[in-house]
């Protein structure tokens, strides 16, 4: 496993506009750590509670990126230091984020996860409920969040055409609501869409952040 290689291989593939989150989910410090060593500041964890044990045994300039599910009462873990949360994806979840804000007095950076794919999945909100999060008076009083974009995961398959159809399909949205809500608001800029099997699309189709993680760091067991 030559991480620094297999990094290196996949920045060649980036415009330099397109920022990489490598995704070290499940895999010790010291890989990240090597992956730092070569330049890598933004970093991407799943599960609060691994990501609030790697944060303090690591340079303190890493960007940590929250890519995963956040349950409501994890979001203490990762508040303080948390530089992006991708997945927020209901008014209950913007809230907790927002009363944790407060507590660590800042302002913490949120993306909207949509619900894509083919597939089945309990996540991720379509246009019309974030519309309605964006209409509410509750969430216009949250002003310790900012929502800088959208995020969302293609179906896992091998039709290419399918995930450029779900790819293009988040950057409409993201341009919706982007002319909707967030027109002067030039920090609502980000679509993060992209993974090891699929990031050359997401980046045909516009993408601005990329989050892969096996084809940096080696298969997950
Ligand atoms: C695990 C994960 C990734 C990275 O997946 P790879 O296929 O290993 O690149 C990206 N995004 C999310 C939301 C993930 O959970």
């Given amino acids: 496993m030559d991480i620094q290689a297999n990094l290196k291989k996949v920045l060649s593939d980036l415009p330099p506009h397109v920022k990489l989150v490598a995704v070290s989910k499940t895999k010790p410090v ?3 750590q090597t992956a730092y060593n070569v330049g890598q500041r933004d970093f991407g ?3 609060a509670q691994d990501m609030a044990a790697k944060y303090p045994l690591l340079p303190q300039d890493i960007r940590w990126h929250f ?23 209901s008014l209950k979840i913007l809230k907790e984020i927002n009363k944790q804000a407060i507590k660590n007095n800042r302002v913490i950076d949120c993306l909207f996860e949509f619900h894509i794919a083919a597939e089945e999945s309990k996540f991720g909100l379509n246009p019309e409920n974030a519309e309605s999060i ?10 310790n969040i900012r929502i800088c974009g959208v995020m969302g995961m293609a179906t896992y398959t091998d039709d290419k055409e399918q995930i450029h159809r779900e790819f293009h399909h988040l950057h409409n949205i993201f341009d919706m609501l982007k002319g909707k809500y967030f027109k002067e608001a030039a920090y609502f800029k980000e679509i993060s869409m992209g993974m090891s099997g699929d990031y050359p699309i997401a980046i045909e189709e516009g993408a601005t952040m990329v989050r892969v993680g096996s084809k940096i760091f080696g298969a997950r067991y």
């Fill in 30 to 32: 010291e890989m990240i």
């Fill in 45 to 47: 964890e799943n599960k």
């Fill in 67 to 89: 890519i995963g599910h956040l349950q409501t009462n994890k979001v203490k873990y990762i508040a303080p230091f948390v530089s992006l949360i991708h997945a927020a994806d």
């Fill in 134 to 143: 964006l209409q509410s008076e509750e969430y216009k009083q949250l002003k």
